[in-house]
């Protein structure tokens, strides 16, 4: 039998809320920090796993794949090599050919350099390439070009500050009803404490905040976590987000033999699903009151120049890319921080002190008053 560790956490609106609002925003506006190459020549090696004969690290990354915890694969990569290291996803053929290596670091002005310097950090096609027959038009996987800087130009007013107070809104809404849930369960139970499954929580929360925000479209996941079931009833998403990751840890070549190919049963499944809830959210809003409060309107306007509209095919795309971008990440970041606030009490004790002075200071959180924390 394994040891348990049981950790515990204090939460209030005010933290839960502030923590999800700066997530989510956070989220959908940040890619990566694994950063793709091609092979170069390098006067000082990068350290780095050495991996197998001609597959390289891939076997090594599916097997955490399977359990999505790629995650603590790179950390592990990043703690046994230090801040900066390479990972070889092929190696051993003639020439390189279907060479290709990825960069992973932790350190934090290398990854604001690749995050905001786009003349010297590039994105290539191979990203891109893992989302095709799923969906090819996602921001945060096109080459750097003008299709990019298009669709970038098009997707910035979407951060304005007022889709921001939107989304602050939504939030709070959202948060809101996920503590008066827990708070109905801790009365009726008489219990002082309550023992819940975070990620699967905030997991639902995020998937209506998003579903809200990008397309006002309510998903109901987190009625659905009211009623005692699992999962936000969109795994699919979670599918597709794995065989695009499996993807690009994979050579292309490889693809049709690991059930990655476009035409292969895992994926027409997903992009079946996929078509599915974009329809869904199409015919919703073409019911509703024109709104480019969120993300779906935006894409459909039109200002001025018809030339500049989205195709059907980029407006799925970055609808989808919103989900991507914005739901298991929120999810899997604010459970990492409730985890390291619950093994750290004496930071979750100033944590709660400074948030309280500030809110009795100011009476509640909104976009407008962020600064002041």
Not at 34 to 44: D, F, T
Not at 284 to 307: C, H, I, M, S, W
Request: aromatic share 10%; proline share 4%; glycine share 6%.
């Amino acid at each position: 039998m394994s040891d348990t560790t049981v950790t515990t956490l204090s939460l209030t609106p005010g933290i839960l809320g502030l923590a999800v609002f700066l997530t989510v925003i956070s989220a959908v506006g940040v890619t990566f920090a694994v950063i793709g190459a091609y092979p170069c020549v390098a006067s000082n090696p990068i350290p780095g796993p050495q991996g197998y004969f001609i597959v390289g690290e891939v076997p090594e990354i599916r097997r955490y794949s399977k359990e999505s915890k790629t995650f603590e694969y790179f950390e592990k990569v990043v703690r046994e090599y230090g801040s900066i290291a390479e990972v070889k996803l092929v190696t051993g053929l003639p020439f390189q050919l279907f060479y290709s290596r990825l960069f992973v670091t932790n350190d934090k002005e290398l990854v604001h350099l690749a995050l905001t310097d786009s003349e010297k950090f590039k994105r290539g096609r191979k990203f891109h390439d893992s989302t095709i027959g799923i969906a090819e038009n996602l921001l945060f996987a096109l080459p750097s070009g003008d299709t990019w800087k298009r669709h970038r130009k098009f997707l910035q007013p979407a951060f304005a500050p007022a889709q921001l107070r939107f989304a602050g809104k939504i939030i709070t809404d959202r948060i809101g009803m996920l503590l008066d849930f827990w708070e109905t369960r801790m009365n009726g139970e008489q219990q002082k404490n309550l023992v819940v499954d975070f990620h699967d929580a905030l997991t639902c929360v995020a998937m209506d905040i998003i579903g809200l925000i990008a397309f006002s479209h309510d998903f109901n996941s987190l009625n659905a976590y009211f009623r005692g079931n699992e999962g936000t009833g969109h795994e699919m998403l979670i599918e597709a987000m794995k065989v695009i990751a499996q993807r690009n840890a994979s050579p292309k070549f490889a693809w049709p033999f690991l059930g990655l190919s476009s035409a292969g049963e895992r994926v027409t499944k997903i992009r079946r699903y996929l078509d599915k809830l974009f329809d869904q959210i199409i015919a919703e809003k073409k019911n509703q009151p024109a709104n480019t409060n969120d993300l779906l309107g935006r894409l459909l306007d039109v200002d001025g120049d018809e030339r500049q509209k989205f195709t059907d095919k980029e407006i799925f795309g970055e609808a989808i890319a919103f989900i991507f971008a914005g739901h298991e990440t929120t999810a899997n970041t604010l459970t990492f921080t409730a985890l390291e606030l619950s093994r750290n009490p004496q930071i979750q004790k100033r944590l709660k002190e400074e948030i309280k002075s500030v809110i009795e200071r100011i009476g509640s959180v909104s976009v407008e008053n962020l600064s002041e924390f």
